[in-house]
């Protein structure tokens, strides 16, 4: 009495196999999925890095506009415009876009 049949080996292997090829498809077009999955998104986090224990820099693109934001335990965040169509933007616009895109 076998407990493992040719055919169910042969169920998994496929199974498997399409599922490497999934992988490697969703791999090759990283790029292009994740600009269709976000296309209405304003506002994306750019690179985030840590500085310390408790402090982080973050960048933040809000429509085209660069900003830095450095965040600390306990204190309130730092929000610096980075390019010049941002410094016409005030912290308090972001922070309203921010809680509309929320």
């Known amino acids: 009495m076998d407990i493992v049949t040719i055919d169910q080996l042969l169920t998994v292997g ?10 490697y498809v969703v ?7 994740k600009g269709k999955l976000s296309t ?23 429509d085209g506009q660069e900003f830095l934001i450095v965040t600390a335990k306990r ?14 933007v005030t912290p308090a616009e972001v922070a309203q876009i921010a809680q509309v895109a929320a």
């Open 14 to 23: 496929g199974f498997l196999a399409v599922l490497l090829a999934a992988l």
């Open 27 to 33: 791999q090759t077009n990283k790029g292009k999925l």
């Open 40 to 62: 209405d998104r304003r506002m994306a986090i750019t690179e985030v890095t840590a500085l310390g224990a408790d402090s982080r820099a973050m960048l933040l693109n809000v």
């Open 75 to 88: 204190q309130a965040p730092v929000v610096t415009p980075l390019n010049a169509k941002a410094a016409s």
